[in-house]
C-alpha cells in the first residue's frame, strides 16, 4: 500500500438533516471500502479517497450502541416542543446532542494509508480540538480516562467514532 496518502477532501455540507448525512457518510465509506476490496482481489493499488465532512444539523439526539437510552433525560414532549429527533447510531459512546450553530467534523478516512490504532486516532483528534481551542485563546485539555475534550470541567468535544476495514465514520 501506498501510505503518503493524505490528501483530504473538505466538504462543507450546511445545514444538514442527521439521517441524510448520515447516508451520505454510508456512500462514502461504501466507496473506500469497495476500493480496498477490489485492490485485494485484484492485487492492484488504487488509491482510497480520504473526506472530511463540516455539516450543522437540525436538533438531534444520537445514542451510540454501547450508550442507554435511559441517559436521555428529555421527554418526548419537549423532543417534538423544538423540533428534535432521536436516533439510535451504531457508533460507540452514548447521547450526544448536536443542533444549529454546532459545528460537527466526520472524518471518512482510511487509516490503513495512515496507521492501524483506533486509541492513536482518538488522540490525535483529541489534539486537533486542543490545538483549536488554543487558537481561539481557551486552555482545553483530556480528562485522564475519558474520550473528548474538556475546557475545564464543561465537555466542549465529544468523539463517537466507528472503524471497519481500518475506515474511519462518524
Known sequence: ?????????????????????????????????????????????????????????????????SGDAGNLLASEDF?????????????????????PGQLVGYPILDLHRHFTDLHKYLRFLEEVMISVCADYGFEAGRKEKLTGVWVGEEKICALGVKASRWVTIH
Do not use: C, S
Open 1 to 65: 500500500l501506498d501510505a503518503m496518502n493524505k490528501n483530504i477532501q473538505f466538504q462543507d455540507l450546511g445545514l444538514k438533516d442527521y439521517k441524510a448525512t448520515w447516508k451520505y457518510q454510508e456512500e462514502l465509506f461504501k466507496e473506500i471500502v469497495g476500493l480496498k476490496i477490489q485492490n485485494r482481489r485484484e492485487e492492484t493499488d488504487l488509491e482510497t479517497p480520504n473526506y472530511f465532512l463540516f455539516v450543522e444539523h437540525p436538533h438531534v439526539y444520537t445514542l451510540g450502541k
Open 79 to 99: 423532543l417534538k416542543a423544538v423540533n428534535a429527533t432521536y436516533v439510535p447510531i451504531d457508533r460507540g459512546g452514548d447521547i450526544t446532542y448536536h443542533g
